[in-house]
């Protein structure tokens, strides 16, 4: 009985599908191409200025390590930017994201604003929050961290408002049975269940925002990229081959720490 | 005493879960509430504690209407009634013994639960009611590692360390193995009896509801379609509470297959 069926449909279905992944395979493939154009993509280009890499990289070696011992302050300030930065990012975050979960918000005009603020702090970069907060109260870490916070504080809330968003409503509901306060029922009915998720994304943040801080310095708001676009600036190329090892190795630390203290934690 | 009149639920889509519910329940009863899944047995026992709004009617708990309160008041209402659940509810990460104590939460003051600073009397109460669940060793071992029944007993510590006057029981023997849900029975009964406390519980095992209830109450599509004296309930109203819906689904089923069929 079903055999007949099978045959007539079966080609038609195949024919089908084919013309759907041939259509796909197009779409993608001009979408490459128009942007191939858009970003003068060349591999001629990249063949020519071969020399001038080459040339670049010869200028970097040896890279000159006297000049680490003068990196130990920057490197110390970009951690520091970090950990400013990450902190008052969460502490940002935290009633945004309250707000901005669906199943906790006290109103639902209060959870578009706080959606339309962590969408907008996520828009805007760490770097362009980095120029607009050196123009407003001047160069220096101050602005790095500054810049750190808002964009991370954007992330953060999206992050926490989704992970409340995830909970088992049942120890929730049963402790508004019992009469406890809506506070109560948070601190002791949410944060419990999304502590593990909590702390796991605060590490990350702060991990990304020690890279974030290395490249902070290059628009004024501190830290160790000011060395580097100072070096860069001055031709002193083997003083940028140190910087970026120092880099490299404070990067690996810091994510060696984090993950040492998520594993510790959770 | 719980006085229910004229009380009407509908859900945002559509669904009609109570239909003209009037009940009233003396202090220190038994009542189980039987009936099929969908019934309207959770909506009804959910407007006794304000966790669900009515469309129309009312609920009256001592004299205290409920739903008509602000928050305060509501919260202050709810204190006296302790609920217990299916999925036994606990807040898996904290330890069984916090795990009570948020039963004492609606009579701690807002500042001093913020950092998780609990008197030593409430403290004390907690582990009593551990004890009188039998579960007083495991009081520092966190909520998931216990077992289901175990777990319910948890449940139903915290409600007693509300030292309420109402128990509400949603389905509470649903994930749990025959011998378990005996001891939950018994300490609900235990309860009742001891402490004067109304029991109210929504059931499907119709052998422990005759069992345990003193007061039966057959719930359909939303009505309540019987309410006797367990002594009086008769296996015909047992089947008349259950079949009536239980049959007419397959044959709609049945009908509408044998339709597209003839189609074909």
């Known amino acids: 009985m079903l055999m007949p069926d099978h045959e007539k449909i079966g080609p038609a279905w195949d024919g089908y599908l084919l013309l759907q992944r041939v259509l796909v395979l197009a779409l993608l493939l001009s979408v490459y191409v128009w942007s191939a154009y858009g970003t003068n993509l060349s591999l001629a280009e990249l063949v020519r200025g071969y020399p001038h890499v080459l040339d670049f990289l010869s200028r970097m070696f040896p890279p000159n390590l006297t000049i680490i011992p003068e990196l130990v302050r920057p490197t110390i300030e970009t951690i520091q930017i970090a950990i400013w930065g990450t902190t008052l990012a969460v502490l940002l975050a935290i009633p945004l994201g309250l707000l901005a979960a669906a199943n906790l918000t006290p109103h639902p005009v209060l959870y578009a604003v706080a959606r339309i603020i962590l969408n907008a702090l996520r828009a805007v970069s760490e770097m362009v929050f980095g120029l607009i907060f050196v123009a407003a109260v001047g160069l220096g870490p101050f602005p790095g961290v500054l810049a750190l916070a808002l964009h991370s504080a954007g992330m953060l809330g999206k992050f926490y408002a989704e992970a409340i968003e995830n909970i088992d409503p049942g120890p929730v509901e049963a402790l508004e049975a019992t009469g406890a306060h809506k506070l109560q029922v948070i601190i002791y009915g949410v944060v419990p269940q999304v502590l593990p998720e909590f702390i796991t994304y605060n590490l990350y943040r702060w991990e990304h925002n020690v890279r974030a801080a290395t490249v902070l310095g290059l628009v004024g708001a501190g830290g160790i990229g000011f060395e580097l676009i100072t070096s860069m600036r001055l031709f002193k190329y083997a003083d940028t081959a140190s910087i970026l090892l120092v880099i490299l190795l404070t990067v690996t630390v810091v994510d060696y720490i984090s993950s040492r203290i998520r594993s510790y934690v959770i | 005493m719980i006085r229910i009149t004229g009380l009407y639920k509908e859900y945002p889509n559509g669904v009609q879960a109570l239909c003209d519910v009037n009940l009233e329940i003396g202090n220190g009863e038994f009542v189980v509430l039987l009936g099929p899944s969908g019934a309207g047995k ?20 001592n004299g205290v209407q409920v739903g008509a309160e602000n928050g305060s008041n509501l919260r202050k209402l709810r204190r006296q009634i302790g609920m217990i659940f299916q999925q036994f509810n606990l807040v898996k990460r904290l330890r069984v013994l916090d795990n009570v ?14 950092f998780r600073f609990f008197s030593r009397r409430d403290v004390e109460l907690a582990k009593s009611c551990l004890e009188r669940v039998g579960l007083i060793d495991k009081a520092y071992q ?25 128990l509400l029981a949603d389905e509470p023997l649903a994930s749990l193995d025959p011998r378990s849900s005996r001891t939950v029975m018994e300490t609900l009964r235990e309860i009742n009896c001891q402490d004067h406390i109304t029991v109210i519980v929504s059931l499907h095992d119709v052998d422990l509801a005759m069992e345990f209830a003193r007061r039966v109450v057959g719930i359909r599509e939303g009505s309540v379609i019987m309410d006797k004296p367990v002594s009086q309930v008769t296996r015909k109203d047992l089947e008349y509470v259950y079949d009536g819906m239980a049959t007419e689904p397959s044959i709609n089923s049945g009908t509408y297959g044998r339709t597209e069929y003839a189609h074909a």
Do not use: M
Request: net charge positive; aromatic share 4%; with cysteine.
């Open chain 2, 42 to 61: 959770s909506t009804l026992l959910r407007c006794i504690n304000g966790l669900v709004r009515p469309t129309a009617g009312q609920v009256e708990v």
């Open chain 2, 101 to 114: 104590l948020c039963g004492r939460l609606a009579y701690t003051p807002l500042w001093s639960s913020c």
């Open chain 2, 142 to 166: 966190r909520a998931d590692q216990l077992s289901g029944g175990q777990q319910q007993r948890v449940g139903i510590a915290r409600a007693l360390v509300q030292q309420p006057a109402v």
